[in-house]
């Protein structure tokens, strides 16, 4: 076999590049397997009213107080069903209706861009199902809402990508974020008719121990006895003391991004 170091000059240049060129490659397909494995899966689509309206939709409303109503849309905790004049009065967060699994339930979350290295800008969504609170609407106005998210059961679309938030939001010292409203919200007749009802709101926003006042958007229906609320938050994730995760493929993750929920509530 002829030796390489017999070969001109010019040829061993070109054996050299090939195999720069192959270790160049290698590195490639190997990051490319990283994002593939561990980043590649379709983040979940924003909540939408229409959406989780129609899950309700097509569930007959309560009319009865029965056994087995204690578990229908608009049932109260026992078994009365829904109202029937408007939206007036206290309303509780229904864990009971549902999944998870495929975001018909209630639940809350974030919503933030990062850029991954040789990938480009993808989406990470964090979301939780264990959220509780309540609020109180009288005469067509909403006058309170409290509302607590347990930020220790988040999941993100990435499993791998869990403990890094766990970490990031120090749950073990800060389980909890809250939403509580500091300005009553005067709602168009849209309230009582099951249209859909747009809203900014104001209110107090604490995660991390760090209490922000921000404004969200909310769209909401009266569905079947239930009041179906979806919307979003703007924040600044360094505001709140956060410090955004860090991993060897992340280039950079946004100190911007969104909290957004879908919540079910029903009477009581």
Do not use: C, K
């Not at 061993?12 to 990051?31: D, E, I, K, M, Q």
């Not at 607590?148 to 800060?174: C, G, H, N, W």
């Not at 809203?199 to 991390?208: E, F, M, P, Q």
């Amino acid at each position: 076999m002829r030796s390489t170091t017999s070969l001109p000059a010019s040829s061993r240049r070109r054996l050299l590049l090939l195999a720069v060129g192959a270790v160049a490659l290698s590195f490639a397909t190997a990051g490319a397997i990283i994002w593939l494995v561990w980043f590649s899966s379709q983040a979940p689509v924003a909540a939408s009213i229409d959406e989780a309206a129609g899950a309700l939709e097509s569930a007959a409303p309560s009319t009865t107080a029965s056994p087995d109503a204690s578990h229908a849309p608009g049932a109260t905790d026992d078994g009365a069903a829904a109202p029937a004049d408007g939206a007036d009065g206290t309303w509780t967060v229904d864990s009971s209706i549902g999944s998870f699994a495929d975001y018909t339930s209630s639940y809350a979350g974030f919503r933030v861009d990062e850029v991954l290295t040789s990938i480009g800008s993808t989406t990470a969504v964090g979301r939780t199902p264990d959220v509780s609170g309540s609020l109180t609407i009288a005469d067509g106005s909403l006058t309170s809402a409290a509302i607590e998210v347990d930020l220790t059961t988040i999941r993100s679309d990435q499993s791998r990508r869990d403990p890094a938030i766990q970490r990031a939001l120090e749950t073990a010292s800060f389980p909890t974020a809250t939403f509580t409203l500091t300005t009553p919200v005067a709602l168009s007749d849209e309230a009582d008719s099951g249209e859909t009802l747009m809203a900014s709101v104001a209110g107090d926003l604490t995660i991390h121990g760090v209490t922000v006042p921000v404004t969200l958007n909310l769209d909401a229906s009266l569905v079947n006895g239930v009041i179906v609320a979806v919307g979003s938050i703007d924040v600044t994730f360094t505001d709140f003391g956060v410090v955004m995760p860090t991993a060897p493929i992340v280039v950079s993750v946004q100190e911007n991004g969104q909290i957004e929920f879908q919540l079910f509530f029903s009477p009581g």
